[in-house]
Nanobody, 119 residues
């Protein structure tokens, strides 16, 4: 089993930047892809970005394209989400997720890290 721990959330003004980190531990070799999702208060969880461990490609939600960048440090089993030009509508709890080899969906989730963007 893979364990995921997110960090890096916080309060930032609109136009600012944050970098989220997701540290994976355990059976990391069983992870095929990693992704970031978010859930704003009163809304459903939505996809933000994803990246396959085997060197991409990266996919992004239209709402974050050109502003967010997903990357990974394979040697340390860490996935990052660099968030620039943040908007109040980016306020949400951000979750890291892993898709296991042979799984058709993201089946391992972190506990989430909160991001608040003030206007």
């Amino acid at each position: 089993q893979v364990t995921l721990v997110e960090s890096g959330g916080g309060l930032v003004q609109a136009g600012g930047s944050l970098r989220l980190s997701c540290a994976a531990s355990g059976r990391t070799f069983s992870s095929y892809a990693m992704a970031w999702f978010r859930q704003a208060p009163g809304k459903e969880r939505e996809f933000v970005a994803s990246w396959r461990w085997t060197n991409g490609p990266a996919y992004y939600a239209d709402s974050v394209k050109e502003r967010f960048t997903i990357s990974r440090e394979r040697a340390r089993n860490v996935v990052y989400l660099q968030m620039n030009s943040l908007k109040p509508e980016d306020t949400a709890t951000y979750y890291c997720a892993s898709q296991s080899v042979g799984s058709s969906q993201y089946n391992v989730w972190g506990q989430g890290t909160e991001v608040t963007v003030s206007s």
